[in-house]
């Protein structure tokens, strides 16, 4: 059973930034695809961004211009960087492998309000 730790939550501002970060308890150097998803009160679980063990970055419209997705294999850590945070991104982050079949971890809250 993969353990996926995700890290990096915070209370932030409208048009901050936050860095979040994935630590898998297995290697990430093999997998296809990782992705990060989110989940809204009230609101299905969504991808946002997924990156492929070829580096190929994809990002949903919502995102796309304000978040980079990155992989560092050598830790086995998927991170996300947000900037220009809107509020419409309050939500709890997971990332987990795409399609999601591994477990998921707790997920990182990430509120954007001021």
């Known amino acids: 059973q993969v353990q996926l730790v995700e890290s990096g939550g915070d209370l932030v501002q409208p048009g901050g930034s936050l860095r979040l970060s994935c630590a898998a308890s297995r290697s990430i150097f093999s997998v296809n695809a990782m992705g990060w998803y989110r989940q809204a009160p009230g609101k299905e679980r969504e991808l946002v961004a997924a990156i492929t063990s070829g580096g190929t970055e994809n990002y949903a419209d919502s995102v796309k211009g304000r978040f980079t997705i990155s992989r560092d294999t050598t830790k086995n850590t998927l991170y996300l960087q947000m900037s220009s945070l809107k509020p419409e991104d309050t939500a709890v982050y997971y990332c987990?492998?795409?399609?999601?079949?591994w477990g998921w971890g707790q997920g990182t809250q990430v509120t954007v309000s001021s």
């Open positions: 987990n492998v795409r399609p999601p079949i």
